[in-house]
């Protein structure tokens, strides 16, 4: 059974940053994308980034192109998204999940983590 802990949330002003990270235990070899989502209070849960497990492909939202990068660790089984320039509107509870191919769907996405908090204040 794959699990999925994240950690590495927190409180942060605007324009700060912060590193999440998502470790994987169980059967890994069975998982190809790793996914982050998001969601906020009251809205949807939506795609964040991803990266393929193997090789180096990440895909990310419009919404964080250019502030948000997704990366991974084979030794750790770990991969991480750091989050910089952070804006009020990136408050929301972060998820990193993993799927058998590429989606920006989260129904796509067969195991998920407990969630990370992330608050920006302005």
């Known amino acids: 059974q794959l699990q999925l802990e994240e950690s590495g949330g927190g409180l942060v002003q605007e324009g700060g940053s912060l590193r999440l990270s998502c470790t994987a235990s169980g059967r890994t070899s069975t998982s190809n994308i790793m996914g982050w989502f998001r969601q906020a209070p009251g809205k949807e849960r939506e795609f964040v980034a991803a990266?393929?497990?193997?090789?180096?492909?990440?895909n990310y939202a419009d919404s964080v192109k250019g502030r948000f990068g997704v990366s991974k660790d084979y030794r750790k089984d770990t991969f991480y998204l750091q989050l910089d320039n952070l804006k009020p509107d990136d408050t929301a509870v972060y998820y990193c999940a993993t799927s058998h191919s590429w989606s920006f769907q989260s129904a796509a996405y067969s195991h998920w983590g407990q969630g990370t908090q992330v608050t920006v204040s302005s």
């Open positions: 990266i393929n497990w193997i090789g180096n492909t990440p």
